[in-house]
């Protein structure tokens, strides 16, 4: 599966990632993020909870909030990471989970 790596613009560190929108339900988003070592998800969406904000999903890892998000509703890409945005050990952590997830790569053609 293709990640998209965000780094931050001053140190370089890794501050967030993307993934392909592609056929990723919500539910999807959760499986893998329940493979997260001390991750709770908050909420699911998009519902009542997330009105327009793009949000998929919200989760804690090691209380770092993260979010999914596909910002502008109509992305090929959803973005995830540390909300606010920050360079947080756990990013990597969470990236690890997405890169070795079955149900992503079963979706999304391998990188290239």
Request: proline share 8%.
């Amino acid at each position: 599966m293709k990640i998209f790596d965000i780094h931050d613009a001053e140190t370089g560190e890794l501050l967030a990632f993307e993934v392909r929108n592609l056929l990723v339900t919500r539910w999807g988003l959760a499986r893998i993020v329940r493979d997260i070592p001390n991750a709770k998800i908050v909420r699911i969406g998009p519902n009542e909870w997330f009105p327009d904000s793009g949000e998929r999903l919200a989760f804690d890892v090691n209380d770092v909030s993260f979010a999914v998000m596909e910002p502008f509703a109509d992305n090929s890409r959803l973005w995830i990471g540390p909300v606010p945005p920050r360079v947080v050990p756990q990013v990597a952590t969470v990236r690890s989970a997405f890169a070795r997830s079955t149900i992503l790569s079963r979706l999304l053609p391998a990188a290239s």
